[in-house]
C-alpha cells in the first residue's frame, strides 16, 4: 500500500505523514526533504538560485520513483498538484487532501524556508485560490478542528481495507475488524459522545444523538434525557441502539437499551483502547448514582460488538496509556503476548496499528473466556480485579485516571504478593519494568495509610472484612488470596 498526502503549506502533511508512517509500519518520505537531501540545498536556495520551474522538475521525477515503491507514506510538496500529470497519477493511489482553511494556515505556518511566502504570509490566500480547484480532486480531511492523532485515525480509516482478525460467537457477538468502524453508518441510532462526533462524523448516520464525554454521561439525570429522546422519535423495541464511544458511553448506552421498553436491541462500537479491550465486552452496564459508581446496572449482554482498533489512534496522550494497562493486565492474566510489550514505544509512541490489533484481539480472546465462565461475576471473573484493589483506592485519594491507577495498583499488588512468596520475582520484576515505561511517574508513589483504611473497607468489590485478592503466581497463572486490607496497607504507605 502507497499513501499521499496533499494539500497547502501548514496543512499538517509531513508531521501526520509520520505518525501514519508509525502507525502503519511503512517508510515515510517527505518530499522536500528529499529534495533538499538529494541537492544538498534548501527548497528556499533551489527557488532563488535555479527558479521554480527546477524544483518543479524534481518534484516530478521524485513524485515518479515514489509511486513505483510501495509500503510508504509520503507527505508531498504543496505544488506538487499544479501539474496535470502529478494529480492524474496521484488519484490512482490512495491519496488525501488534508484541508484547512487559508485562516488556520495562517496561524499555523512557519515562513522559513517557504520561498512562496517571502512577500508575507497574507499570500496564502492568493495560493490557495490557485490551487484549491486541483486539491479538491481528492478525497478530503477537514483537520481544522483536528489534532495530529485525530488526524490520523481519520486518514487511516478512508485509506484501510478492512481485515477481520477476530469473530466470536460466546459470550455474545464480537468481532475485531481492522478498518470496520466505517459500518456504523447502517445502524438504525447511535449514541455517541460529542468528542467521537467531533472526529468521526464523517463516518456517522445521520440518525444520532450525541452526549457528553467520560463519566458525566452516567447519571440519572442523562439516562433520562435519553428515554425522552427515544420517546419523542417513538423508538420501536424490534430496532438497535448502537453505542459509539468510550467506557463510560458503552456503559451508559448499554443501561438505556437493556431498560428502554424492556429492552432494544444494542450494539458497541467502541472507540477508546480501553474500551475495547475491557468495558465493551462481558455484558455490565451501569451509570452513578449517589456518588458511587456503578451502582445501579444491569447484565444484558450486547447483540453485537465490532471492535476495529484503528480507531483508537485518535486518542489522547494519557488516555491511550491507561488502555495499554489493562492490556498489560489480560497479558499477565493469560500469559500470552508477553512479547508485545518487549517494546512499549512502539505501543505508546507510535501506535503501531499491527501490535495494537493483536493486542486487542488477545485482551478480547482472554476476556470473553473469563465472561463465559462466569457471565454474572459470582466468582472466577473477580481475576479481571487483578490491579483494581488497590488501583481503585489510588484513584480516589489521588484523582489520577482509572487506567493509570490501575498501573500503581498492579505493581504495588505483585509487590505484595512477591514479598509474601506467592508470585514469582521474575513476574514482578516485568510488572515493575513495564509500569515504568508506560507511567513512569507513578512508580514509589504512596498515599495516606488512613485514608485508604477507609476506602478499601468500603469498597463494593469487598462482600466481607476479607478482601478476595488475585494474584499471578507466573504469567497465564492468576490464583486468588484472602487477605486482611491490613496486610495491604502495608505497601501503600
Not at 524534481?58 to 510501495?70: G, I, N, S, T, V
Not at 478498518?179 to 447502517?186: A, D, E, L, T, Y
Not at 498515599?447 to 477507609?454: M, N, P, S, T
Request: with cysteine; glycine share 8%; aromatic share 8%.
Amino acid at each position: 500500500m502507497k499513501v499521499f498526502l496533499v494539500g497547502m503549506m501548514g496543512s499538517g502533511k509531513s508531521t501526520v505523514g509520520r505518525r501514519l508512517a508509525g502507525i502503519l509500519g511503512m517508510e515515510f518520505v517527505d518530499m522536500d526533504e528529499e529534495i533538499e537531501k538529494r541537492k544538498g540545498k534548501r527548497v528556499r536556495e533551489i527557488f532563488e538560485e535555479e527558479g521554480e520551474r527546477t524544483f518543479r522538475e524534481l518534484e516530478k521525477r521524485l513524485l515518479r520513483e515514489l509511486l513505483a515503491k510501495d509500503n510508504v507514506v509520503v507527505a508531498t510538496g504543496g505544488g506538487v498538484v499544479l501539474d496535470r500529470e502529478n494529480r492524474e497519477l496521484l488519484k490512482k493511489e490512495k491519496t488525501i487532501f488534508l484541508y484547512a482553511p487559508p485562516s488556520v494556515l495562517l496561524e499555523r505556518v512557519d515562513v522559513r524556508n517557504r520561498p512562496l511566502l517571502k512577500d508575507g504570509k497574507e499570500r496564502i490566500y492568493e495560493i490557495w485560490e490557485k490551487r484549491k480547484a486541483f486539491y479538491e480532486e481528492f478525497e478530503r480531511v477537514d483537520t481544522t478542528n483536528l489534532n495530529e492523532w485525530e488526524t490520523c485515525a481519520v486518514v487511516v480509516l478512508k485509506v484501510l481495507e478492512e481485515r477481520e482478525v477476530l469473530n466470536l460467537k460466546e459470550p455474545h457477538p464480537l468481532s475485531v475488524v481492522v478498518g470496520g468502524f466505517k459500518r456504523v453508518k447502517k445502524e438504525d441510532l447511535v449514541f455517541t459522545t460529542w468528542r467521537v462526533e467531533k472526529i468521526f462524523e464523517g463516518f456517522l448516520p445521520e440518525r444520532r444523538i450525541a452526549f457528553p464525554d467520560g463519566e458525566e454521561v452516567k447519571t440519572l439525570e442523562w439516562v433520562a434525557k435519553a428515554y425522552s429522546a427515544l420517546v419523542e422519535m417513538d423508538f420501536p423495541r424490534g430496532k438497535t441502539i448502537a453505542g459509539v464511544g468510550g467506557g463510560a458511553l458503552t456503559d451508559f448506552t448499554g443501561f438505556v437499551a437493556s431498560t428502554f421498553k424492556r429492552g432494544t436491541g444494542l450494539s458497541f462500537y467502541p472507540t477508546t483502547l480501553l474500551a475495547q479491550v475491557d468495558a465493551s465486552v462481558g455484558g455490565k452496564n451501569a451509570i452513578d448514582f449517589a456518588g458511587v459508581k456503578n451502582v445501579v446496572g444491569t447484565f444484558r449482554m450486547p447483540d453485537d460488538v465490532l471492535i476495529d482498533p484503528a480507531v483508537t489512534v485518535s486518542m489522547d496522550q494519557g488516555r491511550f496509556e491507561e488502555g495499554v494497562v489493562e492490556a498489560l493486565k489480560m497479558v499477565v492474566i493469560s500469559g500470552r503476548g508477553v512479547e508485545l510489550f518487549d517494546d512499549v514505544r512502539k505501543i505508546t509512541q507510535e501506535r503501531n496499528l499491527e501490535v495494537l490489533t493483536e493486542l486487542v484481539r488477545l485482551s478480547v480472546e482472554e476476556k470473553a473466556r473469563v465472561v463465559r465462565e462466569d457471565p454474572h461475576d459470582k466468582g472466577f471473573r473477580h481475576v479481571l480485579n487483578l490491579g483494581h484493589t488497590l488501583g481503585h483506592v489510588f484513584e480516589m485519594l489521588t484523582g489520577v485516571s482509572h487506567g493509570l491507577a490501575v498501573a500503581w495498583g498492579l505493581e504495588r499488588e505483585a509487590f505484595f504478593s512477591w514479598k509474601r512468596g506467592l508470585t514469582s520475582k521474575e513476574v514482578y520484576d516485568w510488572i515493575l519494568e513495564k509500569v515504568l515505561q508506560i507511567a513512569p511517574g507513578l512508580v514509589g508513589e504512596r498515599i495516606d495509610r488512613e485514608q485508604a483504611k477507609k476506602l478499601i473497607l468500603n469498597d463494593k468489590k469487598i462482600a466481607t472484612s476479607k478482601v478476595r485478592f488475585p494474584y499471578p503466581r507466573r504469567m497465564g497463572e492468576v490464583d486468588f488470596l484472602e487477605v486482611d486490607p491490613l496486610e495491604l496497607l502495608e505497601v501503600v504507605a
